[in-house]
């Protein structure tokens, strides 16, 4: 958790609490697909913080598609 923190920051989750960070970026309903190669998740377009979980999950070094 104290990564994602670090990772988040620059937005409003930056000094987020544990349960704050749970809520907006782990109890997510994805759909996965897993290759050889790779995991690929799929986020929901409505999601409310999409744009922070894409900003953390590319500074954690994902590739966007």
């Given at each position: ?8 920051r620059g937005s409003e989750c930056a000094?987020?609490q544990v349960s704050t960070l749970r809520?907006?970026?782990l109890k997510l309903g994805v759909w ?34």
């Amino acid at each position: 958790m104290q990564e994602l923190r670090l990772s988040a920051r620059g937005s409003e989750c930056a000094t987020a609490q544990v349960s704050t960070l749970r809520e907006r970026f782990l109890k997510l309903g994805v759909w996965i697909e897993r290759s050889v190669r790779r995991i690929v998740l799929h986020l929901p377009q409505s999601s409310p913080y999409l744009c922070d979980w894409l900003r953390i999950a590319r500074s954690v070094g994902a590739v966007p598609a």
